[in-house]
T-cell receptor, first 114, second 110 residues
């Protein structure tokens, strides 16, 4: 149990365009979802905390107008990278909590901005 | 803000040797969690420690939480090739948030 999916797994987009990444909890309702960014061979950097039906809480230094988060239901959160630039290229990974403390991670989305 | 430091960054061992990674927080933690990320994969939860001085074991893995709840360690006895991956500690902050350490990448010579 406790499976989290992400779509797409890989995306290449042109500079200036927007990209939407979906994070779904497949077999449980997630009270909270988190969005992370991971650079190659580096740690996970928390970007924001997402709760269903409320505005996301962004970490310091993360532009909320650039990284739009929508948590439409207890099983779906989306991250939209607006007006993407090459420096936004990264591995974006979500996680979900089922009410406890253990975070279940999605497989991640590799974003490349050309 | 809260910082979690983890050492070493890399560790290469011969199969059968032991391995330890250490984690230190700049602030007292409510809990600490450990995750393993295989190459090309995503982090997978291993364990959570909550109590001061707590020690938990999972087969060949031993996890410790310091008395002051500011440091933790993961020790693997007699490593196997399946232990390859990056081990992350993550300190529990407010609102179920986690602050991840830099991770220790373990490689093993069979």
């Amino acid at each position: 149990g406790a499976v989290v999916s992400q779509h797409p797994s890989r995306v290449i987009c042109k500079s200036g365009t927007s990209v939407k990444i979906e994070c779904r909890s497949l077999d449980f309702q997630a009270t909270t979802m988190f969005w992370y960014r991971q650079f190659p061979k580096q740690s996970l950097m928390l970007m924001a905390t997402s709760n269903e039906g409320s505005k996301a809480t962004y970490e310091q230094g993360v532009e909320k107008d650039k990284f739009l988060i929508n948590h439409a239901s207890l099983t779906l959160s989306t991250l939209t990278v607006t007006s993407a630039h090459p420096e936004d290229s990264s591995f974006y990974i979500c996680s979900a909590i089922q009410g406890s403390y253990e975070q279940y991670f999605g497989p991640g989305t590799r974003l490349t901005v050309t | 803000g809260q910082q979690v430091m983890q050492i070493p960054q890399y560790q290469h061992v011969q199969e059968g040797e032991d391995f330890t990674t250490y984690c230190n927080s700049s602030t007292t933690l409510s809990n600490i969690q450990w995750y393993k990320q295989r190459p090309g994969g995503h982090p997978v939860f291993l364990i959570q420690l909550v109590k001061s001085g707590e020690v938990k074991k999972q087969k060949r893995l031993t996890f410790q939480f310091g008395e002051a709840k500011k440091n933790s360690s993961l020790h693997i006895t007699a490593t196997q090739t399946t232990d390859v991956g990056t081990y992350f500690c993550a300190g529990g902050g407010g609102a179920q948030k986690l602050v991840f350490g830099q991770g220790t990448r373990l490689t093993i010579n069979p």
